[in-house]
């Protein structure tokens, strides 16, 4: 059974950093494109940080340069390292891992609420 379970969401002030992390159980990262969404109330979900299977990763222009995504692979965790917050990284974010026309899932999600 496939598990993603994300943690480290806080109420935050602007700049600064804070970790995300996606504890996965039952998938091996290698065979998966693993993602970092977010999604606030009204909108739709939106990828910010993505490693696809050759781990290149690439990121979404409103978090270019301050997110980096990365996985280890024997904690079986991705990570999403958020520096210089920002009010608009308000949202909850979500880790997803996606084997292309076949198997796509979804954590919980854990709330960043960046306000001063």
């Known amino acids: 059974q496939v598990q993603l379970v994300e943690s480290g969401g806080a109420l935050v002030q602007p700049g600064g950093s804070l970790r995300l992390s996606c504890v996965a159980s039952?998938?091996?990262?290698?065979?998966?494109?693993m993602r970092w969404y977010r999604q606030t109330p009204g909108k739709q979900r939106g990828s910010v940080a993505t490693?696809?299977?050759?781990?290149?990763?690439t990121y979404a222009d409103s978090v270019k340069g301050r997110f980096t995504i990365t996985i280890d692979n024997i904690k079986n965790t991705m990570y999403l390292q958020m520096n210089n917050r920002k009010p608009d990284d308000t949202a909850v974010y979500y880790c997803?891992?996606?084997?292309?026309?076949?198997?796509?899932?979804w954590g919980q999600g854990t709330q960043v609420t960046v306000s001063s």
């Open positions: 039952g998938i091996n990262f290698s065979a998966y494109i």
């Open positions: 997803n891992a996606d084997e292309p026309e076949i198997h796509s899932y």
């Open positions: 490693v696809d299977r050759t781990s290149t990763t």
